[in-house]
């Protein structure tokens, strides 16, 4: 059966739709920065939990501040049970101190004259009822939903985790995923002295620097393949075996010697898709095996770094359990256009060179190693499209 070549975006959204998240573990609140979070987090209790002054100054009845002088009686400290405000006084109090009974207002400390232990308000100065108060669920109330799930765990996550009081949290496990090279011309990394008619293997390295560094990726197996039906389909099986996903590289396309597709089916997987209306990366084959997604890619370097960020990311999120795992694009304008229009989508390596400013990589085509190299990642242009943008912009980083 031939498969019509398909958009990119139509792409991702068809093998995700048969995909799910993987399995969930429990881990120490502070180690989880970084992983997706399984479950919605709710407060435990209002925030605040009480009312707390805003500002440094003094906790008093604004009425009785209005009308005159007031003695000094005490203070409210941070983290201690407020005494009550005894009527005709103020009591001296600090930023996020708990308000005390009696009181309906903070004043500033900068409005305010203080001598001989009272207070009297400063001329032009006013204060009302609930001044620089931040009432009890003023945040949230208890209950609220603090954070959904699907989320990655940055920083400000694990500070709102911490003060729910979650000492453990649930995050999906993370992937493990598998890199699959393929060709007899590709010499393995560190091989040494080559025939000039042979070639080191860039895209392992390149694919697995660019999965590697994702905090919900756990492991990026490696492996190579020769250029037959069954050490394919031998390299397909131990990936899907010990892996969440497969990813391999060159015999997608219709030569004597890519067996990809036959081996990938002979492997149980159910080809959705065998064609992108994209360049470069067209001959890129999509499908699944056991819920788990084989990605093939093209075996040009410029095919294997685009397409997998575009195309193999979003489905590792999905399956690391992302809710959105193919995120709304930056866009930059290019300080210049060069080229003629593509009736398929353009996937140009960009260096930025200002903010929201981008110029186009000076390439020798798509099996150019250097020319991306310096490159920060790529635009992509729709079809047809021949100008300075803006267009939607990929770093390399996923």
Known sequence: MTL???????????????????????LATPDATGRVLAREVRLDRDSPACDVSAMDGFAVSAEELTAGVLPIVGECRIGEAPETLPAGSALRIYTGSPVPDGADAVIRLEHVIESEGSITLIKGK???????????????????????????????????VATVGLTVIPVHRR?????????NELAQF??????????????????????????WIESVRRMHANDSLDSLKMAIGLGLGGSEAVVLTGGVSKGAYDFVPDAVRAEGGDVLFHRLRARPGQPTLGAIAGGKPIIGLP???LAVLTAGRRVLAPLLK???????????????????????????????????TAPGVARLAALQGSGDVCGPAMSDGFIEVPPERADAGPYSYYSWRI
């Open 4 to 26: 019509q070549a398909i958009e990119p975006a139509a792409a991702i959204e068809l093998l995700a739709s048969r995909l799910a998240p993987i399995g969930t573990e429990e």
């Open 126 to 160: 006013s204060v009302r009822a609930g001044e620089d108060i931040r009432r009890r669920g003023e945040n949230a109330a208890a209950g609220s939903v603090v954070l959904s799930p699907g989320i990655e765990l940055t920083a400000a996550a694990i500070g709102a």
């Open 175 to 183: 992937l493990r995923v598998t890199v699959i090279t393929t060709g």
């Open 190 to 215: 560190g091989e040494g002295e080559l025939k000039p008619w042979r070639l080191r293997d860039s895209n392992g390295p390149a694919l697995a620097a660019m999965l590697g560094a994702a905090p």
């Open 299 to 301: 075996g040009n370097p």
């Open 318 to 352: 999905r399956l690391a359990g992302l809710a959105t795992f193919d995120p709304p694009a930056s866009h930059v304008t290019l300080d210049a256009w060069s080229g003629k229009p593509l009736p398929l989508t353009w996937w140009r390596p960009v260096t930025l």
